[in-house]
């Protein structure tokens, strides 16, 4: 078994086991392709039988403001009568080997069990809340003055206002393509982006609005946005009571806490949180050369790694961290100040959870006396998605 692109003629085949898995129409599992890029899907091949998907989706993702290449997972499914013997992990198994030789550092997704996941190297290391703020919160607020009008997402002040703002959230995902096709329409809403332009002509704020039925209630939907101070994000604020006019509530997407929310009148909002996301480390040694870490901070441990699936991840790895950089070096075992095995790194590593807290569950195996310093380096802030893929 191994894993190959998609040939034209096993798209219905695709199409129609992701239908199965995710209820689906066929037909629109097949825009779903169209619109992804067909040349990111791809298969289990058994003696030249397609009998597993899943679709690639390359792009990045921000851990502590750096942008690393990660390689989204999606759309992963077994047909109904190919299930129980495999064919899910062998999949991931290969997918994984491949994103290493392709040079990513990170994978992510969400997962529709955790146990597939978890058996390959994945741990649960970010999530998307909800934020439904009640309609009259909006009303009243004033931001400073600014020309409000249409700009399509694809302008280049907004990607770039977006990745700015992105790089402030950790777990935040540098867009690619896909991500980006679906801030306009997602799951069957049409989204508007309006922009908030200074007088100098400079985008200020943006967010991309639609609103919705949901069962007996309109709701606003706020797919996306992002500002660039205080100034814009209370421009964010006024966008959304400008663009409702019946709407109960508004939605907004992104961490456990919502900075924007703070400069609302009231916190009468509810907070939800909506699928929890699991990471993996695919190259270690490329990942602790390569994050940021605190400005400021001088530490200096090593980290031991074990990885069943790519050898080259195996090894204890000592870093010398100055003022946001890591020099990474291999060392022998016995330098190792914690223990660990990939899946127990993507958490540490995303920020999600202290070496202190994976210790007392045992994830982990550590010396007391270096748990300060490791805490110290991977602090980030609770890694967190505003985006499905």
């Keep these: 078994m191994t894993i190959r692109p998609v040939r034209e003629d096993e798209l219905d085949a695709a199409a ?17 392709f169209a619109t992804s890029g067909v040349e990111h899907l791809r298969a ?52 994984i080997r491949a994103m290493y030789a392709d040079g990513f550092v990170l994978s992510s997704l969400y997962p529709s069990t955790q146990t597939l996941y978890r058996a390959v190297g994945y741990e649960q290391c970010g999530a998307m809340f909800e934020h439904r703020v009640p309609r009259a919160e909006f009303i009243g607020l004033r931001a400073g003055s600014f020309d409000v009008r249409v700009v399509p997402a694809e302008d280049p002040s907004v990607r770039a206002l977006y990745r700015e703002f992105a790089s402030r959230n950790n777990g935040y995902l540098d867009r690619g393509p896909y991500v980006w096709n679906r801030v306009a329409q997602h799951r069957g809403d049409k989204f508007e982006c309006l922009g908030c332009y200074r007088e100098d ?50 939605l907004l997407y992104g961490g456990p806490v919502l900075p924007i929310l703070s400069l609302l009148p009231q916190e009468k909002f509810e907070t939800r949180r909506v699928e929890y996301t699991m990471s993996r480390v695919v190259n270690v ?51 190792a100040s914690a223990t660990m095995d990939v899946r127990s790194l993507a958490p540490l590593f995303m920020g999600w959870s202290s070496a202190t807290t994976l210790l007392s569950v045992g994830a982990i195996g550590a010396d007391g006396g270096a748990l300060g310093a490791i805490d110290a380096a991977f602090a980030a802030g609770p890694s967190s998605l505003c985006d499905y893929f």
């Design 285 to 335: 040694e490329r990942a602790l050369a390569e994050r940021r870490y605190p400005a400021g901070l001088r530490a200096s441990f090593a980290l031991s790694v074990h990885d069943s699936l790519i050898a080259a991840n195996n090894g204890t790895f000592a870093l010398e961290i100055d003022d946001g950089r890591a020099l990474v070096r291999r060392v022998a075992h016995a330098e």
């Design 201 to 250: 002509g400079t985008l200020a704020a943006y967010a991309s609005l639609a609103q919705v039925r949901d069962g007996g209630e309109v709701l606003l939907k706020v797919r996306d946005f992002a500002y660039a101070d205080g100034a814009g994000a209370r421009a964010v604020l006024t966008l959304i009571d400008r663009f409702t006019t019946v709407s109960e509530a508004a």
């Design 16 to 32: 129609r086991s992701a239908s199965v898995a995710f209820v689906v129409p066929v037909e629109d599992c097949l825009k779903w």
């Design 44 to 95: 289990l091949d058994e003696g030249g039988v397609a009998t597993a998907f899943l679709l690639y989706v390359p792009m990045g993702q921000f851990v502590l403001g750096g942008s690393l290449p990660m390689m989204g997972v999606a759309g992963v499914t077994v047909p109904p009568e190919l299930r129980g013997r495999g064919r899910g992990r062998a999949l991931m198994e290969d997918a």
